[in-house]
Every structure is written in C-alpha cells, then in structure tokens.
C-alpha cells in the first residue's frame, strides 16, 4: 500500500523567501511522485512530477523537488516566494508504471508581504 | 486548448434528494477519473474509466452513487439519495493516457452542499 505525508497543514512564509513544502511517502515498489497546487475555487494543475531519471526535478512557476530514496522524501522548494504562490500544495505517490494516484492531504501557503 | 470542463460549480440539495455532476475532458484524452474532495483533505479516487468503460469502480459507493461515461466522452457522476456526509467538492480529471505518469487535469469541481 502507498501513502503520502506532508508536514505541516499551513506553512507561512514572507515574500522573497524560501519556500520549503515537506512530503514523505511510502511505498513498497519504486514510486512515481508529485506536486500539484490548486488555487482557490480551481481543480488542482501539475506543477511537477518524477517517474526515473534525475532525481532533481524542475516544474512551473520557478519550483523544484528532490526525489531522495534514502529519506523518502519529496520536498518540494522554490528560493523567492511570491504573493502568486499562495495556494494549496499537494503531494501525490503512485505506483512506477501504475494506474492510482494516492494525493496527500495538502499544505496551504501563505505569503505575506 | 480548453480544459477540463465541469458543471454545475456550486449545488445546494436537501439530503435525500438526487443530484448530477458533469464533465466534458480534455480533447483525444481517454481516461477520465472521478475524485471526491473532502474539506482539509486530499482528493480520493471514486471512479477511472478507460474510453466508455469503468475499469476501477472500487471505490465507488455502488448503494447510491452511479457514473456513466457515454462514448468514452463526456461522463455524469450521479448520487441518488444524497446525504449529509456527500457534501464534498466533486473533482473530474482527464489524461492523455492510464498510466500516472502522464500527469491528470482538473476541471474546476462541482462544490456540493447537502443541507
């Protein structure tokens, strides 16, 4: 079975800063991994995704994760936040080559000016 | 490129009162999914349809909610009575293929109140 785990239900940072949004999952096979932001009253949008390859990954909106095996983790950052990343962040986990998305309960930002 | 499209946004019913949901997916995507999202939650898989057919239902709460997916186009998520415990935001998404790699797209969702 797989699971996601953010931590940190809100996390508040000021504008310009780093932003550091933690995910953890568990999985018995090798994972393909996610983030997805949904922003208020939208459906949620791809920011990135790591299936194989570099375990460096780089999405939209000037955001990256680092898929580390050894901690399962796939923390997603950005080094100078903008009041247009306030949204909710998700962490998702599913299966290398499988057909289920399981999404982890979500990580609000807030960017304060 | 238009997106995922759903209807209606918003719905307020009283409890054992039918209500439908409607999405029309992304153009040439055949897999369509159904996510019902709790408020502070993640979303959770109801239904995945390959073309016209459900080929993961399990999740599906066959007592009263039912799908369709007719000509592997547009699909109807339907609940019949509802119940308090149905409020929810209906979430539909589309992908290019079955496999997750290829990332899903959301429609807006239908924001459901059972009052």
């Known amino acids: 079975a797989q699971s996601v785990t953010q931590l940190g239900s809100h996390v508040s940072v000021s504008e310009g800063a780093l932003v550091l949004l933690r995910c953890n999952y568990s999985?018995?096979?090798?994972?393909?991994l996610f983030w997805y932001v949904q922003y208020p009253n939208q459906g949620l949008q791809l920011l990135l995704k790591?299936?194989?390859?570099?375990?460096l990954v780089k999405g939209i909106n000037g955001f990256e994760a680092e898929f580390k095996k050894s901690e399962t983790s796939f923390h997603l950052t950005k080094p100078s936040a903008h009041m247009s990343d306030a949204a909710e962040y998700f962490c998702?986990?599913?299966?290398?080559?499988?057909?289920?998305?399981?999404f982890g309960a979500g990580t609000r930002l807030f960017v304060k000016a | 490129e238009a997106g995922v499209v759903q209807s209606p946004r918003y719905k307020i019913i009283e409890k054992k009162q039918p209500v439908a949901f409607w999405c029309n997916p992304i153009?040439?995507?055949?897999?369509l999914y159904w996510y019902r999202q709790n408020l502070g939650q993640g979303p959770e898989l109801l239904i995945r349809?390959?073309?016209?057919?459900?080929?993961?239902d399990s999740q599906l709460p066959k007592d009263r909610f039912s799908a369709e997916r007719l000509k592997g186009v547009d699909s109807t998520l339907k609940i019949q009575p509802a119940e308090l415990g149905d409020s929810a935001v209906y979430l539909c998404?589309?992908?290019?293929?079955?496999?997750?790699?290829?990332?899903?797209?959301f429609g807006s969702g239908t924001r459901l109140t059972v009052v």
């Open positions: 998404a589309s992908s290019q293929g079955a496999r997750t790699d290829y990332g899903y797209t």
């Open positions: 999985s018995s096979v090798p994972p393909y």
């Open positions: 790591y299936t194989t390859g570099a375990t």
């Open positions: 998702a986990v599913s299966e290398t080559g499988g057909f289920k998305t399981i």
């Open positions: 153009s040439g995507h055949n897999t």
């Open positions: 349809y390959e073309n016209e057919e459900a080929v993961d």
